[in-house]
């Protein structure tokens, strides 16, 4: 019974470990980016801006805010041809249009739509592979969450993310258990746990008091 | 077949072997020894990344249930050794006691007024000076530890979106490079792990799906959602 407890353990901990391996190093890499505030970038980084014209009648707009707006956005800029996750939206009162930023992982495009009518300007810009990763790390993300997730793919991502966090967890203390069993690595791993926990509480208590 | 944590021995085998052996041996020992000191770090991140994901789940959110402090405090205004907002702001600092990251998110218009923000895990500190008169007055906002854990998850100092924003307290650089060591540790134990997989031949086939399926579906949005949209 022990022996088939172990076996199964052990294989959940080999096969969910290299399912959710690709996503841990999406993660575990992409802190090297967001800690350091740098992004690796191979290729022109110049933009690529084009015009739409006649994109909508979009005064309707003007009364809108939110998830609403963001709603109503979405068939405007599917005639426009840009697709993914819409951020925040800003109004441009001078030139009274709407800012738009419409995110793909490692793709950046900001849509200018006048609210009078008139051509809508579409700037695109590649990121690359390195954004793409810092990206999803932060998405979606703790702020706005009523315009978050108007994707599907960001919504099928925080999905994955989720399951990423979930399967950490259970391989941890999965791990801890195969461990365990190994009675003469007990000392080393006791005094490994206990280091560790030492550095994470220490410092984490010298950050905030 | 060997179990993945059964240790093997290295016997009487040729020194190519041994030497095999002994890799195996002391990938496998690394791969937990890593695991267990890097633990509560893991379970720090895996918690808060699910909370920092559901934003909308009423349990965590710290900040509503925050308390406020306001007070008001004489200082002198930063002599004229202090120049630049950065280290009159640490000589503001230095006078009411208080340490953080400094965290500049207005533009400074009038050379008599100067707000800045200080953080550090569990503490934001929003600061009003008027130099002229040599007051502050000093909003201090705590969270509770569900606050703390939220907020050493993304404590780093900068941001990729705002190149003005740079670390400033020491203690800041530290956790930044603890990070960067939990990161380079997952990373290790990845690569530790399709070792001891890839010597594992009777779970090549099976193992090779999963993580082709999980390879695939990460690559997808790393790579793929660019190519079709």
């Avoid at chain 1, 203390?173 to 005094?191: K, M, T």
């Avoid at chain 2, 789940?57 to 202090?82: K, L, Q, V, Y």
């Avoid at chain 2, 703390?148 to 941001?159: E, R, T, Y």
């Amino acid at each position: 019974m022990r022996r088939c407890l172990y076996g199964l353990t052990r294989d959940l901990h080999l096969y969910l470990g290299l399912f959710g391996s690709p996503f841990v190093l999406v993660f575990a890499v992409s802190v090297f980016f967001l800690v350091h505030a740098w992004l690796p970038r191979f290729g022109s980084p110049t933009p690529n801006v084009r015009v739409v014209p006649g994109l909508a009648q979009a005064g309707a707009l003007r009364t809108l805010s939110g998830r609403p707006l963001i709603d109503a956005l979405g068939p405007i800029l599917e005639r426009a041809g840009v697709r993914g996750e819409v951020g925040f939206v800003s109004h441009l009162v001078k030139d009274d249009a709407l800012l738009i930023p419409v995110t793909v992982p490692g793709r950046a495009t900001t849509v200018t739509l006048p609210l009078a009518g008139g051509d809508a300007t579409i700037v695109t810009r590649e990121e690359g592979f390195a954004s793409a990763l810092a990206t999803l790390h932060r998405s979606p993300g703790e702020h706005a969450p009523a315009i978050r997730m108007n994707w599907f793919w960001m919504k099928a991502w925080r999905g994955l993310a989720d399951t990423t966090a979930y399967l950490v967890l259970l391989i941890s203390v999965s791990g801890i258990g195969l461990w365990y069993v190994l009675r003469a690595e007990r000392r080393v791993g006791f005094a490994l746990i206990i280091a560790g926990a030492f550095s994470f509480f220490g410092l984490a208590y010298a950050l905030s008091h | 077949m060997h179990l993945a944590t059964e240790p093997t021995a290295a016997g009487t085998a040729p020194p190519s072997s041994r030497l095999r052996v002994r890799l195996e041996q002391w990938n496998r020992k690394l791969h937990y020894y890593a695991g267990l000191f890097l633990l509560f770090f893991l379970w720090l991140f895996a918690a808060t990344g699910l909370v920092l994901n559901h934003p909308t789940w009423s349990f965590a959110d710290s900040w509503s249930r925050r308390t406020d402090t306001n007070s008001e405090h004489a200082i002198t205004a930063p002599g004229p050794g202090s120049n630049g907002d950065l280290a009159q702001a640490r000589d503001i600092m230095r006078q009411l006691g208080i340490q953080g990251e400094i965290l500049w998110t207005t533009t400074r218009t009038n050379a008599g007024r100067f707000d800045f923000q200080v953080r550090r895990p569990g503490h934001f500190y929003f600061l009003k000076a008027d130099l002229g008169n040599g007051r502050v007055s000093l909003r201090h906002s705590r969270v509770n530890p569900l606050g703390v854990m939220k907020a050493l998850h993304v404590f780093s100092g900068v941001q990729l979106d705002d190149p003005r924003q740079s670390r400033d307290w020491g203690l800041t650089t530290v956790w930044a490079f603890s990070m960067d060591a939990v990161a380079a540790g997952l990373v290790f134990m990845v690569l530790s792990s399709l070792y001891m997989w890839w010597e594992l031949p009777g779970k090549r086939l099976a193992g090779g799906i999963v993580l082709g399926l999980g390879t695939l579906v990460c690559g997808l949005f790393c790579l793929g959602l660019r190519w079709m949209y």
